[in-house]
């Protein structure tokens, strides 16, 4: 199905192509992604949202994707062949009560060669719970694929879409009996021996090997690239240096640390205390790397079934880093299939076991 690229300010244009694609008889359901930039208000967009009956599912990203380049405003449409069974989630419910709205809503949603999809508030205390809530209830069988909402700006605000309006710390999932092959990979490496957070607080690490978390990143990072950081420059060098946390037998979980205050790190997403991690480092060459390497893991997956849609996933802090680079690793995920997608605020994929958020990843899906 043709994926549909609306421009920004254009709400006649919105409104023929969601009308027409609630009138195609091909179409059981739609993804809906507005970049941040130019995003329109929740009151203009409602009302055009609550005239659709397919179920539609999404969020307002820093980003998106489509055709294989970078758009910074818009809305990105992608028309679904299959129905997905959707859910709006209070982000602010405790495990219990998510998992007993799932009984409800999600009772005949448990089919092995399924898919989940899920977007989430990225600024959310509440996505750690989500997420373990969802694996407790579908467990293995559904491939999981999703990404955090909301704005560089690093400021929460309604940014989840379905159809009823756009929500404040919510997610939004939808589950379809629907087999999907997914890649995912980063391409950075560890330039650190293995470390061991001894103390946290929510996103914040404060202690590794019992000493103060920032006075052990700073001598490795200032070390291997002869940088110093002061008072203003923290994200401009640590954006070329994340954490890795261990996982047995499979690519590390990348996590992005974004400032530092009292010698603690804050980071996007959760690290547990107890947990090993590895200072990253990268470049150009072994991102781009990284890139060709998820959508090799998916395209071998894929070799059994007939795609459709290539969908892509890719963390904004990989544009941050690419820079002019961007439209190369673009162009790597798109050299049989144009890609479309989003720049996300942390990637969601179960590429070998449990599902997690990554960051600084890239995640490829065809369908």
Same mark, same amino acid.
């Given at each position: ?216 990143? +700073? !001598? ?10 002061? &008072? $203003?420059? @923290?994200?401009?060098?640590?954006? *070329? ?53 998820? +959508? !090799? ?10 795609? &459709? $849609?290539? @969908?892509?996933?890719?963390?904004? *802090? ?50």
């Amino acid at each position: 199905m043709n994926k549909i690229y609306v421009n920004p300010n254009n709400k006649s244009a919105l409104t023929f192509e969601l009308l027409a694609l609630e009138n195609d008889k091909n179409v059981r359901s739609i993804l809906f992604f507005m970049a941040d930039e130019n995003k329109y208000p929740s009151e203009e967009i409602t009302p055009l949202l609550k005239k659709i009956t397919k179920p539609i599912i999404g969020g307002i990203f820093p980003e998106l994707i489509f055709n294989g380049e970078r758009k910074k405003e818009g809305i990105v449409l992608i028309p679904l062949s299959f129905t997905l069974t959707t859910q709006l989630i209070d982000l602010s419910l405790t495990s219990e009560k998510i998992f007993k709205q799932l009984q409800i809503t999600q009772h005949q949603s448990t089919q092995a060669n399924s898919c989940l999809f899920v977007f989430l508030d990225a600024f959310s205390n509440g996505k750690e719970v989500l997420l373990e809530t969802l694996f407790n209830f579908f467990g293995i069988n559904p491939t999981y694929i999703g990404g955090g909402a909301g704005s560089l700006s690093f400021n929460q605000f309604p940014c989840i879409i379905n159809n009823t309006g756009i929500h404040e710390n919510a997610a939004v999932i939808g589950w379809a009996n629907k087999q999907i092959n997914i890649g995912v990979a980063h391409g950075w490496e560890s330039i650190s021996n293995p470390l061991k957070v001894t103390e946290t607080s929510q996103n914040k690490i404060k202690s590794i090997n019992w000493k103060p978390a920032f006075q052990v990143y +700073k !001598e490795i990072v200032e070390h291997h690239s002869g940088k110093k950081f002061n &008072e $203003t420059n @923290f994200f401009d060098i640590a954006k *070329s240096y994340p954490f890795g946390i261990s996982k047995i037998d499979e690519e590390k979980v990348v996590r992005d640390p974004f400032k530092t205050t009292k010698n603690s790190i804050h980071f996007i997403d959760y690290i547990p205390e107890g947990a090993y991690v590895e200072i990253l480092h990268g470049n150009i060459k072994s991102l781009l790397k990284g890139a060709e390497i998820a +959508k !090799e893991k998916a395209n071998i997956q894929n070799l059994i079934t007939k795609t &459709e $849609t290539l @969908f892509c996933i890719d963390c904004i *802090s990989r544009v941050l880093y690419l820079n002019d680079n961007l439209q190369k690793e673009l162009n790597i995920v798109s050299k049989h299939s144009k890609a479309t997608g989003i720049f996300s605020i942390g990637e969601i994929a179960n590429s070998e076991s449990i599902v997690e958020i990554y960051n600084k990843t890239i995640v490829t899906a065809l369908w």
